[in-house]
Every structure is written in C-alpha cells, then in structure tokens.
C-alpha cells in the first residue's frame, strides 16, 4: 500500500462522505436497468437452474464450496450482470452486487422462512447493523418492512428504509423471496433529540437503493440459504478511485457475511432440531 496507511484511506473515505451529493435521474435510471437484466436472469435460474450459485460450477469446485458450507463457512461472490457482454454504463454511482451462500444445520424451510418473516425481531437477531425494525403491511406473501439500518467503519451512518418484499415457493422445499427498497433517507444527528432525516437522494450518498434476493433449500439434513444484494451508493471523486473505492466496496460484502451468519446463529441450537422457536 505504500505510504497510504489504512488509517489515511479511512479518513478519506470520511471526507468522501461528508460533503452531500445529489442522486442524479441518470444515474437511478442505469441502477433500474442493471436490476432488470440481473432479475432476467434470476428469473432464468429459479424456472431452469442452476438454483444456488455453487450448482452452476464445476464438479470439483461445486463440492470443495459445499464442502465449506458443510463446515459452517459462509462463502461470497462478487458479481457484475453485463449488457450483451458489456459492463452497464453508469455515471455517479457505483453498483456493488455480492452473493453470499451458508448452510443451516439442522434448519427447516419452515423455520427459516418464519425467522425472516419476523420483521419485529430484526433489530434483535440482526443486531447492531439493525437498529430498528417492524412491520408496516402484510398481504399473503407481500410484506412492507422498516429497518432502521447503522452502518459504522470509521464513520457512522444510520439510515431510515422501507422495502416491499414478495415470497414464493417453488416447491415444498425450495422457496426464495426479492426486496427492492422504496425509501432510503439518511438520518442526522442520530438518537439525539435533534435528529432529523436528510432530503431522500440529497446526502452523502452512502446508500441509494438496496435490493436483496434470498433463495432456501431444505436438503443434506439442512437449509442452504442464498443472498444476493445489489445496492447503489454515490461515485468516487475522480483521481481517488484507485485509493478509496477497494476500501468502500468492502462493505457490502462484509454486510452479506454478517447478514447470513446472524441468520445462521439464530436457527443454531437445540430449538431448531426440536421444532420449537
């Protein structure tokens, strides 16, 4: 890293993120169009396969990730849906898009989709990354969530979202659902008595949009459980791309882990291998 500390691409990120930005129509319109042909092929996998990503590798690779999973790991990916063969063009933003795949001994499909459906229980079980959380409408399998979501790497970013999110069986042991945010506003002065939310796309630009695609398989005397999340945050200023973006763009992936192994502790233990909860 040369004479760039940690410390000195931290405390630019900081200053990266302190000056507000504007979500420009551009740049929300390419983020619209990235998430549908990811969805196109979302859609292509779950009617004709591979259903979790390891299924789609080779032999030997397939059983060395499963052979992880068995273990306890959660295993990530980084992805990037193309255009034709082509990176989606986009200007002001950034896309990061990570899977992530672990294994729940012992687990139910049931019990797995009961725990992710208690949006109540989120701020607990997902812990501090969730600050709050509840339910504001539920339909059949439509939900409409609030998480109050806190974020701290050097900085700390605590932001007020609502998502509708839709579940779907595809048989009695395969299920997934898809999120798509519908509000995302940055929160100021946070658990002060002054707080107050930040104009919606007018803030450091953080966190735009954020879209998750869950898929469970209860098989191998478990639940494999599979995350996909595609987010939009601001660009980096150009001339630190190079500096910065690798320490931001760790995030995410670092939010996917965290995500499936509270899941994973949350279905551990003797509750789930009696039924109860």
């Not at 998480?147 to 395969?174: A, I, M």
Request: net charge negative; charged share 20%.
């Amino acid at each position: 890293m040369g004479r760039y500390s940690i410390l000195s691409i931290a405390l630019l990120a900081v200053s990266v993120f302190a000056n507000a930005e504007t979500l420009q129509p551009a740049t929300a319109a390419a983020f619209d169009h990235y998430v549908n042909l990811s969805e196109a092929r979302m859609d292509k996998e779950l009617h004709s396969g591979p259903f979790l990503w390891p299924d789609g590798l080779a032999a030997a690779q397939r059983e060395a990730v499963y052979a992880r999973l068995r273990r306890g790991e959660v295993v990530t990916q980084k992805l990037e849906t193309l255009d034709r063969g082509t990176q989606v063009p986009i200007s002001g933003g950034l896309i990061p898009h990570w899977l992530g795949i672990a294994f729940l001994p012992g687990a139910s499909l049931a019990q797995t989709m009961a725990l992710l459906q208690n949006y109540d229980e989120h701020s607990r079980i997902y812990a501090p990354q969730v600050n709050g959380s509840h339910l504001i409408a539920h339909n059949g399998d439509d939900f409409k969530v609030f998480l109050r979501l806190r974020e701290q790497k050097v900085v700390t970013v605590v932001l007020n979202s609502e998502y509708d999110v839709r579940y779907f069986h595809l048989d009695s042991v395969r299920a997934g659902s898809s999120s798509h945010s519908v509000r995302i506003a940055e929160v100021e002065d946070a658990g002060k008595s002054g707080e107050r939310e930040k104009p919606v796309g007018d803030d450091s630009g953080y966190l735009w949009r954020l879209n998750s695609y869950w898929r469970f398989w209860e098989r191998d005397g478990g639940v494999y459980i599979q995350l996909e999340a595609i987010s939009l945050t601001r660009d980096i200023p150009e001339g630190l791309g190079w500096l910065i973006r690798p320490f931001i763009t760790s995030i995410p992936e670092e939010s996917l882990r965290f995500t499936l192994n509270h899941t994973q502790a949350a279905l551990a233990g003797p509750h789930v291998a009696s039924g109860k909860r």
